[in-house]
């Protein structure tokens, strides 16, 4: 790079940011169209990456390698799809062309639900697969209960969409169960400046994944905790012992579209107005301060493929064969209960250098981790 270009000051703060022939523009032609083309891309990337966290993230306070705890108190659902293997076997015997038909089903689902829950004041916290963990903070009015379970039957009314789906083998039907429950969950931004992740441990989680998996097909399935929350708010039916499955007999104008809630994040605005290269090169500054750290809560392959295809605006669909692990570290998220006042913070730094260690490992051998 030219010594006289302002880029030189923050070449390597770009260089694992940019898709790789941008980067070798910049460095062999400095220009001020080439910075305005860095700072489309990086606005872009900036949008990709918030999309791609948690909402509950404090991006105000965040330092990535800082380990930090936070109990927050509110309702959970957890989400798990049947039919969802078949409609992947369904499209991985037609190649590319049923890589693109499951992207497109999938986008469309993902956006529905996502959607519906961002608009009942709810909060993605985590997507497996086909599963999703979604929090509704307490709030001073205390409604995050029934807040959860008006979303939970928007989301189930979204799903006939979805009942039949068509792919190159056939017809697959697709159908959700969904699980609520209320209680507190220990929050904690966990690993190195290199790799952070968001984890929520508690029982309060386990007993949202147990509501779910003894819920039904089709069905919203409460706990014992969160049915108290709402009893006299809705109409239930028993489900498994313990359980209550939500009757949904509202009308449309009962149940509503959306709730009244506040945003939790904003990102920095950023629009270049005029073609001044320190202008252009400040507001560059500001975008990367805002990336970076966002950014470490992604996997390096993940982030490289979402780098790379940010014009696109998609990672392009495939349908590779790789070799799936599980880990589990049994008794973490009750140890959280179990922790003093004050000793969170040692179960999460505990945690956290278990999970650098690992991650660590992992790719080391070409691997991705992901909770």
Known sequence: ?????????????????????????????????????????????????????????????????????EWQYGTMMFTDLAGFTKLMEANASKGEEGAENLLKQLTKYFSSMISTISMSG??????????????????????DAPRAVRAALRMQRAMKEFAEIETPSGIVNLKMRIGIHNGRFLTADIGTPRRMEHVLLGKDVQQAKLTESN??????????????????????EAGEEGYHLVVDDLTDDQLGE??????????????????????????????????????????????????????????????????IMFIQFVGLPESADRALPGEERKLALSFSRAFSLINAAVEARGGVLKK
Not at 122 to 141: C, N, S
Not at 215 to 235: C, H, I, P, T
Not at 288 to 302: K, R
């Open 215 to 236: 819920g039904r097909n089709e069905r919203v399935n409460l706990s014992a905790k969160a049915y108290e929350q709402v009893k006299d708010k809705f109409r239930f």
């Open 1 to 69: 790079m030219l010594p006289e270009s302002p880029l030189t000051t923050i070449e390597s703060r770009l260089r694992y940011l940019l898709p790789a022939e941008m980067y070798v523009a910049m460095w062999g032609n400095p220009s001020v169209d080439i910075m305005l083309e860095v700072h489309k891309h990086l606005r872009t990337l900036q949008r990709i990456v918030h999309d791609y966290t948690s909402k509950q993230i404090d991006i105000t306070k965040l330092k990535p390698g800082d380990v930090k705890t």
């Open 258 to 323: 959306y709730e009244i809630t506040p945003l939790r994040r904003r990102m920095a605005s950023n629009i270049v107005i005029e073609k001044d290269k320190n202008i252009v090169l400040q507001q560059i500054v500001t975008l990367l301060d805002d990336i970076e750290p966002i950014a470490s809560f992604i996997p390096d392959p993940v982030l490289s493929l979402l780098i790379e295809s940010a014009a696109d605006r998609r990672i392009p669909p495939d349908f590779p064969q790789p070799t």
């Open 122 to 143: 709810g909060e993605l916290v985590e997507f497996t697969g086909d599963a999703l963990l979604v929090v509704f903070p307490k709030t001073d009015r205390k409604d």
